[in-house]
């Protein structure tokens, strides 16, 4: 079990690293000075598990482990030297964005699940940490966040929650969780090769 959990750290740790670029990399783009790029790399990294956070009533997990913020740097000094070859780079950033997604989604709604939450509480937690950071980058940027009319993204991170609050007793089985954290990650790369989108309503 111990070993297990070190794993979702390391895949945790990941998707920050991968948000972080993402958010750096944008920022960068806007030709932001340093300051700006790192509140874009730590605003989408780290928003997402800070509003959980505050919402579930505890001290932001940063406070107390610099891993997070050492692996935020790091991003911003990666996207700084790799900004030229982002676009060759890319696809392999999807795929680490996606591991992100779906780590930061199961451990959003596996903090809701410690506490004893409900249903909704499961789902909420989940889909906030998986999109929440971005949503707050791209509105710091002055941007529509794309999530709201682009991409099959967040809807991942809802499925995910959806799942594992309704199956009960499976949430403390690993082997379960792993499961859904591969059905999921695939689901989000064949949305990527697809470009699947959900329906819109227009008329």
């Keep these: 079990m111990i070993y297990m959990l070190n794993e979702i750290y390391m895949l945790d740790l990941l998707g920050t690293f991968a948000f972080a670029t ?3 990399y944008f920022a960068i783009k806007k030709k932001f000075d340093i300051f700006g790029v790192f509140v874009c790399a730590f605003l989408t990294a780290l928003g997402g598990g800070t509003i959980r956070e505050l919402f579930l009533g505890n001290v932001p997990f940063y406070f107390y482990d610099n891993n997070y913020v050492f692996t935020i ?3 911003i000094v990666f996207s700084i ?3 030229n070859l982002f676009y060759k780079i890319n696809k392999g950033m999807l795929v680490v964005d996606s591991v992100g997604l779906v780590t930061f989604a199961f451990i959003g709604a596996s903090k809701a699940n410690e506490l004893g939450l409900g249903f909704f ?5 989940a889909t ?3 999109i929440g950071g971005g949503m707050l980058r791209d509105i710091a940027m002055n941007t529509m966040p794309e999530i709201l009319y682009h991409d099959f993204y967040a809807s991942v991170a809802i499925l995910f929650g959806v799942v594992y609050a ?3 007793g499976y949430r403390e089985d690993m082997r379960y969780v792993y ?8 689901l989000r790369l064949a949305a990527i090769k697809y470009k699947l989108n959900l329906w819109r309503p227009w008329r």
């Design 121 to 125: 509480a499961i789902v909420f937690c």
């Design 81 to 83: 030297v790799a900004y």
């Design 22 to 24: 993402y958010g750096s």
């Design 179 to 186: 499961v859904l954290l591969f059905s999921c990650f695939v």
């Design 128 to 130: 906030i940490t998986a």
């Design 73 to 75: 740097i790091s991003a």
């Design 166 to 168: 309704a199956c009960g």
